[in-house]
């Protein structure tokens, strides 16, 4: 606790709970963020105001976005007839970043876990092979990351794909345990043209 007054206390607090932020570096962003108030916080406030309104969840993908169906699903251009299944919209946006893929995405918001008592049903796994079928995929590719999680949900999911579609995974490089938003483009981008059958 600082001597700071209760607004900004609680400010300071809610910051201190965003990822990579504590209690410390929450307390410098704050001051920052009063001394340069009309500049800075003030658009910033407007930004995050204008985002908590608008952003939802791409209702084909799961990709967030400010539409009920994001950008790369409504693109004509996307549709050829691979879909990349990941974990994460951050796992997306950093595929995007490297701009390797030019397929759809399908993002799961999560991975199978007995302990979690997560199932199929929680992860867009339905969906995922409804869109095979009704966007004709050719070829799904399992961009998940290297856990026991993730490989249990990998394979869970090589399963219900139909015969005929073609079931890659991305190529070892991604390390264990890594999420695909730690790796720079150049590891992606091989990672993804040495994909594998799964
Ligand atoms: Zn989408």
Same mark, same amino acid.
């Given at each position: 606790?600082?001597?700071a007054?209760?607004?900004?206390?609680?400010?300071?607090?809610?910051?201190?709970k965003?990822?990579? =932020?504590?209690?410390?570096?929450?307390?410098?962003?704050?001051?920052?963020l009063?001394?340069?108030?009309? =500049?800075?916080?003030?658009?910033?406030? #407007?930004?995050?105001?204008?985002?908590?309104?608008?952003?939802? #969840?791409?209702?084909?993908?799961?990709?967030?976005?400010?539409?009920?169906?994001?950008?790369?699903c409504?693109?004509?251009?996307?549709?050829n007839?691979?879909?990349?299944? @990941? #974990?994460?919209?951050?796992?997306?946006?950093?595929?995007?970043?490297?701009?390797?893929?030019?397929?759809?995405?399908?993002? =799961?918001?999560?991975?199978?876990?007995?302990?979690?008592?997560?199932?199929?049903?929680?992860?867009?796994?339905?969906?995922?092979?409804?869109?095979?079928?009704?966007?004709?995929?050719?070829?799904?590719?399992?961009?998940?990351?290297?856990?026991?999680?993730?490989?249990?949900?990998?394979?869970?999911?090589?399963?219900?794909?139909?015969?005929? @579609?073609?079931?890659?995974?991305?190529?070892?490089?991604?390390?264990?345990?890594?999420?695909?938003?730690? =790796?720079?483009?150049?590891?992606?981008?091989?990672?993804?043209?040495?994909?594998?059958?799964?």
């Amino acid at each position: 606790m600082s001597d700071a007054p209760k607004e900004i206390e609680t400010l300071i607090e809610m910051m201190s709970k965003l990822p990579g =932020l504590g209690p410390r570096s929450a307390r410098r962003a704050v001051l920052h963020l009063i001394k340069k108030r009309s =500049l800075q916080m003030g658009p910033l406030a #407007e930004a995050m105001q204008a985002v908590a309104a608008t952003a939802r #969840e791409c209702l084909n993908c799961g990709n967030i976005s400010t539409t009920d169906i994001c950008p790369i699903c409504a693109s004509e251009k996307r549709g050829n007839g691979e879909i990349c299944v @990941v #974990e994460d919209v951050a796992d997306l946006w950093a595929m995007e970043r490297a701009a390797v893929f030019k397929g759809r995405y399908h993002v =799961l918001g999560g991975t199978l876990s007995a302990l979690d008592a997560v199932g199929p049903d929680d992860l867009r796994i339905p969906k995922l092979i409804d869109r095979v079928e009704t966007e004709a995929i050719t070829e799904v590719i399992l961009a998940l990351n290297a856990t026991i999680d993730g490989q249990t949900t990998a394979h869970y999911i090589a399963d219900q794909i139909p015969d005929g @579609v073609i079931v890659t995974s991305l190529a070892q490089g991604v390390p264990i345990g890594g999420e695909l938003d730690y =790796l720079d483009d150049g590891t992606i981008t091989a990672a993804l043209k040495a994909r594998k059958a799964f």
